[in-house]
């Protein structure tokens, strides 16, 4: 089953229709689904060729051959380099072919010169029978070849997409589960199509994660190693900073204590990990990305929230087999990671809900000390796009809550928060469920509005 995408494909497909050659850029981490994006927008007739690790010269023969299917003979050369390669494909063909190099960094690694080669091929307009679609998961390398201004492709591609993670309606809709069934699904396996698929093959979520992630044998027990692989020579640094998150340890300070080391020497690769859409940091609402100083880092990725929060602690237990052992001690406070999983959903949605004939921002968390100099935190805190309403909110993932006292308690927070000075203000509760009536003066939200409320 494939879902969403739409956006991509048109774009795709509007970009191949045009009559000058295009070049398409597609990158995005490992298992977002880009190859099978591919597949569903290329045309029957385009040349698809997927690298890999292979000396240069065994990689053009094996696109050689794969040529071979559209144009007789094209792999009776031996091509002794790319630009001899390109210049061929191009006189052979009569009519504007797609050509697709998916993988596109293996191909980079044992043959440094071929964005340069690439580059003088579409600037000498070499290529005027060719649309070329390069992709690639390794977003740094792919950043490093065609994003950067000092990259040998910059301002070249007449598209650049990035493939993320999909948002937990498409999950949803692909897994044919209830709102509330959706987010514990979510918490586990993000918004990763791969992990969608392995994840269907189970009857249960229980059955699912214990086969998949806890099992040493499962495909998904060493899953952030093949993540990093293709990112960087060595993965301990990244993997250290993001089971120290996982264990609940978020800021800097603590983060740069634990390993060791000057908080100075983890700006990079803090920054690598945000980019990676591996982490994110965290700032109250209200304040200055550049000069807060309560940021706290937190994983960004639910499918690695899970493996740094259950499976790393619990990797000794793991190896002797003991499962059912661990997914028992899970089983105990899974509620309570999910209500974070929860929260943030809650925040994320608020761009797309209508409220009062007003669109708003992105929810944020905020902390900090009230009017009365006492300390309080608000789970969701979002400003109108026209910045004259705050919507607070907070969010309950249990069974059972007291509307009454969630509405009670929020008139408290918002007679003591600092930042409501001339804005009107909506309280807002995000529950699991709905079992009574409550006053007429709070919003209450449920998963069926929250989650199908996505685009």
């Not at 509620?335 to 669109?359: F, H, Q, T």
């Not at 309950?396 to 001339?422: H, M, Q, T």
Request: charge should be neutral; glycine fraction near 6%; aromatic fraction near 10%.
């Amino acid at each position: 089953m494939f879902v969403n995408r739409d956006k991509e494909i048109v774009r795709i497909d509007k970009a191949l229709q045009k009559s000058e050659s295009q070049l398409i850029v597609v990158y995005g981490r490992r298992r977002c689904g880009k190859s099978t994006l591919l597949r569903h927008a290329l045309p029957a007739d385009a040349i698809y060729f997927s690298a890999d690790l292979r000396e240069a010269a065994l990689q053009r023969k094996a696109l050689a051959n794969q040529i071979e299917r559209t144009i007789g003979g094209f792999s009776k050369p031996d091509y002794a380099d790319w630009e001899s390669l390109f210049v061929n494909l191009n006189n052979s063909l009569s009519i504007q072919t797609t050509l697709c190099l998916d993988e596109f960094p293996y191909l980079v690694k044992n043959s440094p010169e071929l964005p340069s080669v690439i580059q003088k091929f579409v600037d000498q307009k070499q290529n005027n029978n060719i649309h070329l679609i390069l992709c690639g998961s390794s977003q740094q390398m792919m950043h490093s070849l065609v994003l950067d201004s000092s990259a040998p492709l910059y301002g070249r591609s007449s598209e650049i997409m990035r493939i993320k993670p999909m948002n937990i309606k498409n999950l949803k809709d692909y897994m044919s589960v209830s709102a509330r069934e959706a987010i514990a699904e979510y918490g586990v396996w993000g918004g990763v199509p791969r992990y969608w698929e392995i994840r269907k093959g189970a009857t249960a979520l229980d059955e699912a994660i214990k086969h998949n992630v806890l099992d040493q044998n499962g495909i998904l027990y060493e899953e952030p190693e093949r993540l990093f692989l293709d990112e960087m020579r060595t993965s301990a640094q990244a993997y250290s900073i993001l089971s120290l998150i996982g264990s609940g340890v978020h800021r800097l300070s603590e983060i740069a204590g634990r390993l060791g080391k000057p908080s100075t020497q983890l700006g990079r690769m803090l920054t690598f990990l945000i980019n990676q859409g591996y982490i994110k940091r965290e700032i109250p609402f209200g304040e200055s990305a550049r000069s807060s100083k309560k940021s706290l880092y937190k994983l960004d990725d639910p499918f690695l929230n899970f493996y740094f929060t259950y499976l790393i602690p619990n990797k000794s237990r793991l190896e002797f087999d003991l499962v059912d052992e661990v997914w028992n001690d899970i089983m105990g406070n899974f509620n309570i990671y999910l209500s974070a999983i929860w929260e943030e959903i809650c925040r994320n949605a608020m761009p797309y809900l209508l409220i009062d004939g007003k669109r708003f921002n992105t929810g944020q968390r905020w902390w900090g000390n009230g009017l009365d100099k006492k300390p309080m935190e608000i789970d969701v805190v979002a400003e109108s796009v026209d910045k004259s309403t705050l919507l607070i909110g907070e969010v309950k993932w249990s069974e059972s809550v007291s509307i009454n006292e969630i509405n009670s308690a929020l008139d408290n927070k918002v007679s003591r928060i600092p930042f409501a000075k001339n804005k009107k203000v909506i309280k807002a509760v995000f529950v699991k469920s709905v079992k009574q009536q409550s006053s007429e003066d709070i919003l209450i939200f449920t998963p069926e509005e929250i989650v199908n409320v996505m685009p």
